[in-house]
């Protein structure tokens, strides 16, 4: 394709053409620019990657961890250095403002820190005398290949969610990013180069479902981490088992807040807006349902419509926007389609941000949307729209309120504002999600935390970032040892 560029994997070290003829246009989502020509590689493709790592682990396994983390050190720095350019790839090809993508840039760079700790964290424990002259230990050992799928919406973060921890404990790595927005990705593994990890040790494939089966299938893949949908995530889940993999598969959201009466509306307000039309709903952990209770009710809806109606959105290049496009036209084709039938069902439209914006037209612009008392039994009160869609409910009581969000099949996050440690102690106990927010409106874990998702949001047991990582990136050895005495020659 003339003057667009063709992107390469990245194996053994090196760039290499794909092995297959399918293609797929990476776009500008805010100006429908062409920004590259990316290859959806092949099983062939894969196998060759897989065969890259795998040749790699035995010596990357024996570097000693002390030796493995300062290649994390140097890349510590490579993406400090680097942050601005990033920043402005990522808006590029995900939409979302230059500040969101420095700030999701600052959570890869605290993973790639929390995994310098690896000496200390990959440290198993024992015991002497487990009987008489008997001692026991358990180790920690890398698995070998380990892969991870990742999402469209954090380009430059979520890669990095397991890419340090990975390498760190001594596995080789095979990123699949998302064939939506791969050139963060590939940016950071051609900066990556100058570290000179051992070719195979870090290896890039840009591939959609074709390659992620290939993975999935392929015998010498040892772990899969996945970050997406929740059916991609249950297929993932089922494959990996059927192939016999360890596996950790993040899913969606529909992530609801609870707004009691003594709360702090204005700021109340404020944080949820952030929270619901930041990257433009695009956020896992966006909130997407705000339920009200008693009294909160009038005040909220007032406040919300004010802030929501003000923010301004556009490309996310531009230094006053505040909310940039969905990523592709489908996907505002299809929140669309999700208004229109929250309207169907009975909800009262407050703003509706699917009339002409004066966006660029190429874009995929949607504005900030409300939808007041979305019924229960709307398929879209389950139904995650991942996009600049707040439905607001209400409940009489905050039992009822805990209700309401316990009915929703995903368990990312839930938020309480209250000025009430009662009610906050409550809702911690008894809310059945993962993350929770305590007058938080992105309840996001740092990086040396559990990225914590239950239900639909998550399938498997060890979850992504901090220890969690090291669990999933290691396997634990039991040694039981006796020397006796006599059995020893006399020094
Ligand atoms: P997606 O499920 O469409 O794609 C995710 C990855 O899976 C991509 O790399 C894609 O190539 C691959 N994929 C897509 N379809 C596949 C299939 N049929 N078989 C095998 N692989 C397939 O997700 P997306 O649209 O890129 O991202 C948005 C979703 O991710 C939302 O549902 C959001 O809630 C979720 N998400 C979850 C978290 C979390 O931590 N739980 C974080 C970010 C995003």
Redesign the pocket.
Same mark, same amino acid.
């Given at each position: 394709m003339a003057g667009v560029r063709e992107l390469k994997h990245y194996y053994r070290g090196e760039w290499s053409g794909s092995k297959s003829t399918e293609y797929r246009d990476v776009v500008n989502p805010a100006t429908g620019e062409k920004l590259a020509h990316a290859p959806l590689a092949s099983k062939e493709d894969v196998n060759a990657a897989v065969s890259a790592a795998a040749a790699a682990y035995p010596a990357w396994r024996r570097t000693p961890p002390e030796d493995r983390i300062q290649y994390l050190f140097k890349l510590k720095q490579l993406l400090e250095d680097h942050v601005e350019e990033l920043a402005q790839i990522c808006t590029q090809e995900n939409g979302k403002t230059v500040g969101e993508s420095r700030a999701e840039l600052r959570r890869a760079i605290e993973n790639v820190e929390v995994a310098c700790g690896i000496p200390t964290l990959m440290q198993g424990y024992n015991l002497e005398d487990v009987a008489s002259g008997i001692d026991e230990m358990m180790i920690r050992q890398p698995l070998g290949v380990t892969a991870a %799928?990742? !999402? #469209? /919406?954090?380009p430059a973060m %979520?890669p990095f969610w397991f890419l340090p921890y990975a390498i760190a404990c001594g596995n080789t790595f095979i990123l +699949? $990013? =998302?064939? +939506?927005v791969p050139l963060t990705m590939q940016r950071a593994f051609e900066l990556m180069e100058a570290l000179k990890f051992p070719p195979g040790v870090l290896n890039l494939i840009h591939?959609? +479902?074709a $390659?992620?089966?290939a993975l999935l299938e392929h015998p010498e893949v040892r772990a899969i981490s #996945? &970050?997406?949908? =929740? !059916? &991609? $995530?249950k297929?993932?889940y089922a494959q990996a088992a059927k192939f016999g993999k360890r596996v950790q598969c993040?899913?969606? $959201?529909k992530n609801h807040v609870l707004i009691l009466p003594d709360a702090d509306l204005q700021t109340t307000t404020r944080i949820v807006s952030d929270s619901a039309f930041g990257c433009a709903g695009?956020?896992?952990?966006a909130v997407s349902v705000a339920v009200t209770v008693g009294e909160a009710r009038n005040e909220f809806t007032q406040e919300i419509a004010n802030v929501a109606s003000s923010i301004r959105v556009g490309n996310g290049l531009d230094k006053d926007v505040q909310m940039g496009p969905v %990523?592709t036209a489908q996907s505002k084709k299809r929140i669309e389609g999700l208004i229109a039938a929250g309207v169907n069902d009975g909800a009262r439209l407050l703003l509706d941000g699917r009339a002409g914006n004066g966006a660029t037209s190429a874009g995929n612009f949607l504005k900030p949307t409300l939808l007041d008392g979305v019924p229960a039994a709307s398929a879209l009160s389950a139904t995650?729209i #991942?996009g600049p869609v707040l439905s607001l409910v209400h409940a009489r009581t905050l039992e009822e309120g805990i209700e309401t969000l316990s009915r929703s099949p995903f368990g /990312?996050m839930a938020s309480i504002f209250t000025s009430s440690g009662a009610a906050a102690r409550k809702f911690r106990y008894e809310v059945p999600a993962g993350n929770i927010g305590i007058n938080i409106g992105v309840a996001a874990p740092m990086a040396y935390f559990p990225?914590s998702?239950w239900r639909d949001?998550?399938l498997g047991v060890l979850h992504?970032q901090g220890r969690d990582a090291v669990e999933f990136y290691t396997d634990k050895k039991v040694v039981v040892e006796r020397w006796p005495k006599e059995w020893s020659r006399k020094f």
């Open positions: %799928i990742t !999402p #469209f /919406n954090f %979520i +699949k $990013a =998302s064939e +939506k591939g959609d +479902k $390659a992620v089966d #996945f &970050v997406g949908s =929740s !059916p &991609v $995530a297929y993932i993040q899913g969606g $959201a695009q956020r896992c952990l %990523i995650e #991942f /990312n990225f998702g949001s998550f992504g």
